[in-house]
Nanobody
Framework: HVQLVESGGGLVQAGGSLRVACAAS????????MGWFRQAAGKEREFVAA?????????YYADSVKGRFTISRDNAKRAVYLQMNNLRPEDTAVYYC???????????????????WGRGTQVTVSS
């Protein structure tokens, strides 16, 4: 069972930056595709970004965050990061880390393709 713990959320003004991190317990962390999702109050959980498990990892982004957010991973530290720049009030949500074993799932943005989830970290962007 993989345990995921997010950190780094907080309150930031619009236009600011924030980095959230996710630490994994699994020794075979490098074998997992890692993703970030978010859920705003009253809305469904939505895909934000993902990074593949393969060497020279491939990244995937939701259109709403392309050019502003960057996902990265450090397999030695068993960690995945989401650097968020030029934040907007509509980015306010709980951000969840998720893990899918192996190569990126065919439906990279579908929550049910991921096997393990963290508890989330709140990101609030004020206008």
């Amino acid at each position: 069972h993989v345990q995921l713990v997010e950190s780094g959320g907080g309150l930031v003004q619009a236009g600011g930056s924030l980095r959230v991190a996710c630490a994994a317990s699994e020794r075979t962390f490098s074998s997992y595709t890692m993703g970030w999702f978010r859920q705003a109050a009253g809305k469904e959980r939505e895909f934000v970004a993902a990074v593949a498990s393969i060497v020279g990892p491939t990244t995937y982004y939701a259109d709403s965050v392309k050019g502003r957010f960057t996902i990265s991973r450090d397999n030695a530290k068993r960690a995945v990061y989401l650097q968020m720049n030029n934040l907007r009030p509509e980015d306010t949500a709980v951000y969840y880390c998720a893990a899918a074993f192996g190569r990126p799932p065919r439906r990279i943005g579908a929550p049910d393709e991921y096997d393990y989830w963290g508890r989330g970290t709140q990101v609030t962007v004020s206008s």
